[in-house]
């Protein structure tokens, strides 16, 4: 899998052809590139790209600006209208079983990465969790699958990164993290248009809100060595608009932060969102 980028797909695929001819072979191990595969009547497809880091469903460790996606246990992807099984265990590559594997679905190349019932849909939510998983939140991405039975999937909505610290070790547990978007839609259903590499222009049960929750709340640090929160959205035109960002803390307590961004929330991009806060600066209603 890869971003926007796989140049070096290429020289891996030459050497790695002999593990990707597997159009009638089963999955011994969900997340190992090198495991040994069976004969069966199972259909097996790979994702990965060239640096086994990019463009997945759940953040990493950040290395500066780029924040390397890897595959979380319980994903799932579309080939043409067809689901596959679900991956046991996160991971940097996943092999993708289709347990009734078929003429139809072999004979398809359009690789989904969604969690609806319908391919071609992306249903960012509204209220989101802070679990790392951003395939449960509404992560979709497309790809093509190409004559090794591969892909390389690019991510189609957009991500904000919420690096949120404090000093104050004394700091109430945050509970949750409410964006409001100025009346701009950055949640609901929109369709992908895989043909023109577009989305639709309409987007139904729209939300201009998204709430991400803490479930057992999350205790802020001076510096974060990962991703701390990331919330899914659809891309949007938000340059110029006032972004109002809430935070919440346990007892009720909170922090609000405006934000004017002069860029939008880009297909396939990551918006970091840096914030320190103090204990004194939290407001209690």
């Known amino acids: 899998i890869c971003k926007d980028d796989c140049e070096m797909l290429k020289t891996q695929k030459t050497m790695k052809k002999l593990l990707m001819v597997l159009a009638v072979v089963s999955l011994t191990t969900a997340c190992n590139e090198m495991e040994e595969l069976e004969s069966s009547s199972n259909f097996v497809i790979k994702g990965y790209n060239e640096t086994n880091a990019d463009s997945r469903t759940s953040f990493g460790t950040p290395n500066t600006s780029t924040i390397p996606f890897l595959w979380s246990s319980g994903d799932y992807i579309w080939l043409g209208t067809t689901k596959s099984d679900a991956i046991s265990a996160g991971c940097q590559i996943a092999n993708f079983t289709f347990s009734n ?10 690789v989904f990465y969604n969690m609806t019932s319908t391919n071609k849909n992306a249903y960012v939510l509204a209220t989101q969790t802070a679990d790392g998983n951003l395939g449960n939140d509404g992560d979709f991405g497309y790809a093509v699958l190409d004559e090794f039975n591969s892909f390389c999937l690019k991510h189609k909505t957009s991500y ?3 690096d949120t610290t404090t000093d104050d070790a004394d700091m109430p547990k945050l509970t949750s993290i409410k964006l409001d978007a100025d009346d701009v839609n950055i949640a ?33 640090v001076a510096e974060n060595e990962g991703v701390m929160a990331a919330m899914v959205c659809l891309p949007a035109t938000i340059s110029g608009k006032t972004l109002t960002i809430t935070y919440t803390f346990e007892g009720g307590s909170t922090f609000t932060e405006t934000k004017t961004p002069t860029k939008d929330l880009a297909v396939g991009a990551t918006t970091r969102i840096k914030t320190k806060i103090a204990k004194d600066q939290l407001v209690k209603e």
């Open 160 to 162: 904000i990164w919420f």
């Open 101 to 110: 594997g078929s003429a139809a679905v072999v004979g398809t190349g359009h």
């Open 188 to 220: 609901g259903k929109q369709t992908y248009d895989f043909n023109n590499d577009c989305w639709s222009s309409s987007v139904t049960e729209g939300s201009s809100t998204i709430t991400l929750n803490f479930a057992e709340g999350h205790t802020l």
